[in-house]
């Protein structure tokens, strides 16, 4: 029992050595020793002693078990471990299903590090390591950014293996394809890269691994910040990887040749690469008839010619080409204004800010205060600045329609891209009139047609142009008409396995059992004649 108590109160200066020492063999094999306090000691002064690192003296001295309680769950530690050395069946740990040996205390340090115990005895150079890890996970709910009238309604949690899990649940393939790699110096974040083998182009994985394994920082605690590492152009407002939280996104994703990045201790998933039209696009449209999909699709695209110009448009014309208007509406517009002693770019400007002013405070706080602030600053600050004269009413109209037509966008880092291009437009809609408008929206195509991602152009199909992945951009035709996948996506394997109705060519071709058409009877009679 002495080494127990200089473990804990001897020499420090012995201890700070090692630390050194360990410091300079960082990522080197340490092998364990036969003595149990030359063990001990050097797991706790790579632990510098840490607190909450419990260690529990066994068979009289001659064996010791530690873990982490914070990480580790005190039944299994108690049920594995302790009610076996109580009743004698100190042989029965190791052969415990969960129980591994090694000789590297490195490697202890790992583990110790992801919630396992470490069993040491004394005369013995090998560490026994149990799985006694503690789960504190909340259900796979649906996602609240993402909700749908139908289909899947689980989501993603902050457990990476139950991620993995409802991916395999949706996919029992020997092609999908897991790796992981540790990210973050001191976090060693456990990121998963998940694709189907056969499908997903070899140098697209490749590169995916390339730029996610030359990650060096301390710390990687969300898939943003992953993003912003390896994404082709930082200088851009416009997303270049798809965020989702959603099961069934990811799989349809996959089953194209597209490329999945998923991190311990979040809920969101990477997709790479992507492209613009992919923001517009919602799990409700394949779960509708393809008329309702494509129809809704239309006014999301839509949406962003709104969410972008339409307070840019309305500056120009009441500030330079009032001729437009028609002539009924001359008169009530020109009465609106008139009232308001500053420009309409002031105008907008304010009205704008004020809109983000109330949602970032609805998001921040509590769900029934924040309705409650969606409700004041909608109804009752609107009304005020009408009623004193600070704003007119179509101001308030065309700011309340732009702000609708942003939040339409089923991505929110898209829909952030779209607020932020508002105010330049804006500015320049004062200063120049529909030419300024004209000039911002050139620059914008220009800078979308020259964004990638991985390689892939950002506006593909459109540009380049692809007829034949117009089938699901704009609109969305049947499932069955689309034989081949998205270009964009570089799959090895372009073509679907199939996608027909077999039930509607067998009724054409008279193979129906019991049943033959009149056409198909008619075209056997045909032909038996000739």
Not at 505 to 528: F, H
Request: net charge negative; aromatic share 8%.
């Amino acid at each position: 029992m002495g080494f127990f108590k200089r473990l804990f109160f001897g020499d420090h200066t012995r201890l700070q050595d090692r630390d050194l020492a360990h410091d300079h063999n960082h990522g080197r094999k340490q092998l364990s020793s036969k003595k149990l306090s030359e063990n001990v000691d050097y797991l706790l002064s790579n632990f510098h002693k840490s607190n909450d690192l419990k260690i529990r003296v066994l068979n009289e001295g001659n064996a010791a078990l530690l873990y982490f309680e914070s990480l580790s769950d005190q039944e299994k530690v108690f049920e594995k471990i302790f009610a076996p050395v109580e009743n004698g069946q100190i042989d029965e740990i190791s052969k415990l299903r969960s129980a591994r040996i090694t000789q590297n205390l490195e490697e202890v340090i790992t583990n110790l590090l992801g919630g396992q115990a470490a069993y040491i005895e004394d005369g013995s150079n090998k560490v026994h390591l149990f799985d006694v890890t503690s789960c504190y996970n909340r259900t796979p709910e649906e996602p609240q950014n993402e909700r749908v009238i139908r289909g899947a309604h689980d989501g993603f949690i902050e457990n990476i293996m139950i991620n993995i899990n409802l991916i395999r649940k949706r996919i029992e393939n020997r092609n999908l394809t897991v790796k992981y790699i540790k990210l973050g110096t001191y976090t060693n974040t456990n990121v998963a890269i998940i694709y189907m083998d056969g499908i997903a182009d070899p140098s697209l994985v490749q590169e995916v691994e390339r730029r996610v394994s030359s990650i060096e920082t301390d710390m990687v605690h969300s898939p943003g910040l992953i993003e912003e590492y390896i994404e082709d152009q930082t200088n851009t407002p416009f997303p270049q990887m798809l965020h989702t939280e959603r099961p069934d996104r990811v799989v349809g994703n996959l089953m194209e040749g597209r490329v999945a990045i998923m991190a311990e201790g979040t809920p969101t998933t990477l997709i790479a690469p992507s492209t613009f039209f992919m923001f517009y696009q919602a799990s409700d449209d394949y779960n509708m008839r393809w008329f309702t999909g494509t129809f809704i699709r239309l006014v999301r695209l839509f949406s962003f010619v709104i969410a972008v110009g339409l307070p840019a448009f309305y500056i120009a014309i009441v500030g330079f080409h009032f001729e437009v208007i028609p002539d009924e509406l001359i008169i009530p517009v020109k009465a609106s204004i008139n009232e308001i002693a500053y420009p309409p770019i002031i105008e907008a400007l304010v009205m704008v800010v004020i809109i983000e002013l109330i949602r970032e405070a609805g998001v921040r706080l509590p769900a029934p205060i924040g309705q409650t602030i969606g409700i004041v600053g909608g109804l009752v600050i609107g009304d005020a600045v009408v009623r004193a004269g600070l704003v007119s009413n179509l101001m308030v109209i065309v700011v309340a329609l732009t702000a609708i037509a942003s939040f339409v966008v089923p991505s929110n880092e898209l829909s952030t891209a779209l607020r932020l291009l508002t105010f330049p437009l804006i500015v320049l809609a004062g200063t120049m009139g529909f030419v300024g408008i004209v000039f911002g929206m050139l620059i914008i195509i220009i800078h979308l047609t020259k964004l990638q991602s991985f390689g892939v152009p950002y506006l593909a199909p459109v540009a380049p142009l692809n007829f034949g992945d117009l089938k699901d951009t704009f609109v969305r035709l049947p499932m069955f008409m689309m034989k081949t996948r998205p270009k964009d996506s570089h799959a090895i394997k372009p073509d679907a396995l199939n996608p027909v109705r077999k039930w509607k060519l067998s009724d054409q071709q008279g193979s129906k059992p019991n049943q033959q058409p009149d056409g198909a009877e008619a075209s056997s009679k045909k032909q038996s004649d000739r």
